[in-house]
C-alpha cells in the first residue's frame, strides 16, 4: 500500500487489488481518505479522481467526523485530555505533554475544521497507541492466566474496522481504538479474541467459551455494536 499528498486533505493511501474494477475513494477508520484501484490503474488517474471531487469529498468527511468531533476538554482514551488554547502563530501545532493533548489555534481556524481535526486525530492515535501499550498486553495476559488460555502474542492496530482478531498461530491484533471503550468492552474483545485460540470460528462451543469467561456477553455485545473503532 502506497501513499501520496494532497495539498487540500493531507495524506491518501493507495491500496491495488486484483479484485478492483474501478478506483474508489472513501473514509478509512482513522479519518483520512483511502483510495482503492485496479493493479493496473495509473497514480495520476486517482488524483485526477480527487481533483474532480473536492465537494464530495468533504461531504464524506465531513459525515465522518459527526458524532466524533474533537472538542476542547474531551477526554482522549483512559487518562488523556484535549485542550485548545490561543495562538499568534499562522499554523495549528498539535502537541502531546504528559497526559494533555495541546491544540495551538490560530484566530483565523476553527477547531471544527477538517484540517484541524486530522491534526488532532494523528496525536489521537499517538496517545492511544501509548495507552494500548501499557494496558492491553497486561490485562490480556491477565485473563489469560485467569481463563487458562494460551496465545503466541499481540500486535496493535488502528487502520482496521475490527475491534480485534486471532489468526491460527495464535497472534492477537488489537485496535488501539479499544481504549475508548468502557473497561467491561474491553475485557469482552479480549476474551472473544482468547476464544478464538481454541475455536477458530462462531459456533456454539465458540459462544460458550466466551460465556464461561463473560456470563454478560450478550449484553456486551449488543453495546459493542452501537460502538465504532474509527479514530
Not at 501545532?93 to 494523528?122: C, F, N, W, Y
Amino acid at each position: 500500500m502506497t501513499s501520496f499528498i494532497d495539498e487540500e486533505f493531507g495524506e491518501i493511501t493507495l491500496r491495488r487489488s486484483t479484485r478492483a474494477t474501478h478506483i474508489k475513494i472513501r473514509v478509512a477508520p482513522n479519518g483520512r481518505l483511502r483510495a482503492s484501484s485496479p493493479m493496473y490503474a495509473p497514480l495520476f488517474m486517482v488524483k485526477r479522481l480527487v481533483k474532480s471531487s473536492r465537494s464530495e469529498l468533504r461531504s464524506l468527511l465531513e459525515q465522518h467526523q459527526q458524532g466524533s468531533l474533537y472538542i476542547d476538554g474531551m477526554q482522549i482514551g483512559k487518562s488523556h485530555s484535549l485542550s485548545v488554547r490561543s495562538s499568534q502563530t499562522e499554523s495549528t501545532q498539535v502537541t502531546r505533554h504528559g497526559l494533555m493533548i495541546i491544540v495551538s489555534l490560530p484566530e483565523k481556524k476553527l477547531l471544527s475544521d477538517s484540517a484541524v481535526q486530522r491534526q488532532v486525530r494523528d496525536e489521537v492515535i499517538n496517545a492511544l497507541r501509548v495507552e494500548a501499550k501499557n494496558f492491553l498486553p497486561k490485562r490480556l495476559k491477565f485473563l489469560a492466566e485467569k481463563y487458562n488460555y494460551d496465545y503466541q502474542k499481540v500486535r496493535f492496530s488502528h487502520a482496521g474496522s475490527r475491534w480485534g482478531s486471532c489468526n491460527s498461530n495464535g497472534v492477537i491484533s488489537l485496535n488501539i481504538a479499544l481504549m475508548k471503550l468502557p473497561f467491561e468492552l474491553i475485557d469482552y474483545v479480549l476474551v472473544h479474541e482468547l476464544s478464538h485460540t481454541k475455536q477458530m470460528n462462531h459456533s456454539d462451543d465458540f459462544w460458550q467459551l466466551v460465556e464461561d469467561c463473560d456470563p454478560k456477553y450478550l449484553q456486551h455485545r449488543r453495546l459493542l455494536k452501537k460502538e465504532t473503532p474509527s479514530l
